[in-house]
């Protein structure tokens, strides 16, 4: 009796809220109960005492004031507080994140205003002129880069968040000035290491590492980038799809700051049933329509891809082995390199690049330099580099030259240099004596001398619709565009007659719009009121974590 009282109680308060905030309820009410996660259903009949990770997003209403998605993000962290454990708002989805048991989820899922109940996934790690004439490691040769930076083009004044473990700041970072242009955290509270992992540092040491350490001999694809440490994953490479959420809006909210044009995504987790449910692919698709291009592993499982890296819209990156050579005759698809076709996406990973036995920068003490002492790699002058492998590795590389690229033509959108890039790709292993299995390989091996020198090319055309997520949460900012259908008498329904006061803003409508059409440059964004967060003051130490492996420790 005391629970019934207390969602009852909850309903009114969440419609009185609604009516405060004068927003009106839509032409056509949404469900009576918002749809929870499958795999989350599962664990709640397995475990229907435990408290489970979750986000609650919010259905938003007509006629969306400004700021629609920070209030329905404190809407939910306020349920959350109610019926379970509040951790963090979610403004860029209108979602907070929290933990709740079997009768609490089935609570919030009755709640008006509750669109979807996701199941808070683990996401893991995957794992003056510069001058080439000592470097020893393949990769940058492999992908031609080298060539890149005899055009006195090393990604100078392009920044790029990574968002993973942390990063140490190593000299090859910030000598002879400093490169990492700043630093968040949404992982566990930090001690006195900057990255306790060692994962980021080695994913960051791939974009932009200059060699000082080693005297050019350990050097990355763009090694005058710009950086912004984003640390999403805890010391032991874990994090959820909240901390990355989060990660993400940082990023959006400081692009212009800092310059960020790149977000490097090497983790995942698995993905979904379809990237339409998908909310770690939503918050990646809208920082991709916000101008961010989103380079993410396939990940390493030799199987179906990962999340985010099978959303259609991202630029998904598996890995070969280049055999330590900087000849691609000899290169082989690296047999850890998942590929496949995601339900309802595209077929994935985009292209391939170097990603075995990859050198790049040592963090000390780190929880991978203690897990794994035999991949320190030693420079003839002595200092220390570290070996990984993985579709982590190969990611940090095509942004490295993602960053190349932007630095030749700084007005590319994420469209135009995911088309460069891919049109730009090229074959390999002629002599290696296997043909490479063409559905893993996407478009070929990333070329960056060909990618930056390639002339002008159109968008490449996505073809699938965005995820449900992404759709609810730029409600706000798309409203009031003019409508383009693909079908204008789709379902029996005279799309030409609809407007945004009429329009049911659902998936029958997500399914027609015409979203090539939509002119994003112009949209509302302030509407969604993302960079009204009290960054500095917020405490995000709080989010659950999982005590998982490296997934990547055993490769090399």
């Known amino acids: 009796m005391k629970r019934r009282l207390q969602v009852l109680l909850i309903r009114v308060g969440l419609l009185v809220s609604v009516a405060l905030m004068g927003l009106a309820p839509r032409p056509v009410a949404a469900a009576l109960v918002a749809p929870i996660d499958p795999y989350l259903q599962q664990q709640m009949l ?60 089935t609570a919030l899922s009755a709640i008006p205003g509750v669109a979807y109940i996701h199941f808070d996934a683990p996401v893991r790690a995957h794992d003056g002129p510069i001058s080439s004439t000592n470097l020893v490691t393949a990769y940058p040769r492999a992908v031609e880069a080298d060539r890149v930076w005899a055009m006195s083009r090393t990604g100078q004044g392009v920044t790029v968040a990574v968002l993973d473990s942390g990063i140490t700041h190593d000299p090859d970072l910030v000598q002879p000035t400093n490169r990492i242009l700043a630093s968040a955290n949404f992982a566990d509270p930090l001690g006195s290491m900057t990255d306790p992992g060692g994962h980021g540092t080695h994913v960051a040491g791939i974009i932009a590492g200059n060699g000082t350490r080693s005297n050019g001999q350990y050097m990355g694809v763009a090694p005058g980038a710009d950086l912004v440490d984003v640390r999403v994953l805890d010391t032991n490479g874990n994090g959820r799809i909240s901390s990355v959420v989060l990660g993400i809006q940082w990023a959006l909210d400081h692009r212009v700051q800092y310059g960020i044009r790149v977000l490097n995504l090497s983790l995942g987790e698995q993905a979904p049933a379809s990237y339409l449910l998908d909310p770690l692919a939503a918050a990646a698709e809208i920082a991709w329509k916000r101008g961010l291009v989103v380079v993410a592993a396939s990940g390493n499982t030799g199987g179906q891809p990962d999340s985010p890296g099978a959303d259609p819209y991202v630029i998904t990156v598996g890995a070969t082995d280049d055999q330590g050579t900087a000849s691609v005759t000899d290169d082989q698809v690296a047999w850890f390199s998942s590929y496949g076709t995601p339900p ?27 897990l794994l002492p035999d991949r320190v790699v030693t420079a003839s002058n002595g200092s220390t580099y570290f070996r990984l ?20 033509q700084p007005g590319l959108t994420p469209d135009q240099v995911k088309a460069v890039l891919t049109g730009t790709s090229r074959s390999f292993g002629q002599s290696s004596g296997v043909t490479p299995n063409p559905a893993a390989i996407g478009a070929g091996s990333v070329d960056a001398y060909s990618a930056v020198t390639s002339g002008p090319r159109a968008a490449a055309k996505v073809g699938h619709r965005p995820a449900d997520a992404f759709a609810r949460s730029m409600y706000p900012a798309l409203y009031g565009q003019p409508l383009t259908w693909l079908n204008p008498l789709a379902d029996g329904i005279v799309w030409s007659l ?23 440059d112009n949209l509302a964004w302030d509407n969604l009121a993302w960079d009204n967060l009290a960054w500095d003051s917020a405490n995000w130490n709080n989010l659950a974590w999982d005590n998982l492996a490296w997934d990547s420790q055993s490769l090399d």
């Not at 929290?98 to 009768?103: I, V």
Request: hydrophobic share 50%; net charge neutral; no cysteine.
């Open 344 to 370: 309802g996406s595209s077929a994935k990973p985009d292209l391939v690049a170097p990603g075995r036995r990859i050198v790049s920068i040592r963090a000390p003490g780190s929880t991978l330099d203690r």
């Open 46 to 105: 397995a475990n229907p005492l435990q408290r489970l990770p979750i986000i609650v997003e919010m259905e938003h209403v007509a006629s969306p004031l400004s700021g629609a998605n920070a209030q329905l993000a404190q809407q939910a962290l306020s349920l959350l507080q109610l019926n379970g454990q509040a951790q963090a708002a979610l403004p860029l989805l209108a979602s907070a994140a929290g933990l709740a048991n079997a009768a609490q989820i």
């Open 389 to 408: 492998t993985g579709t982590s590795m190969a990611t940090g590389v095509v942004s490295g030259i993602a960053a190349l690229l932007l630095e030749q």
């Open 498 to 520: 609809l407007s945004w006061n009429t329009l049911n803003w659902n998936n029958l409508a997500w399914d027609n719009l015409a979203w090539d059409n939509i002119a994003w």
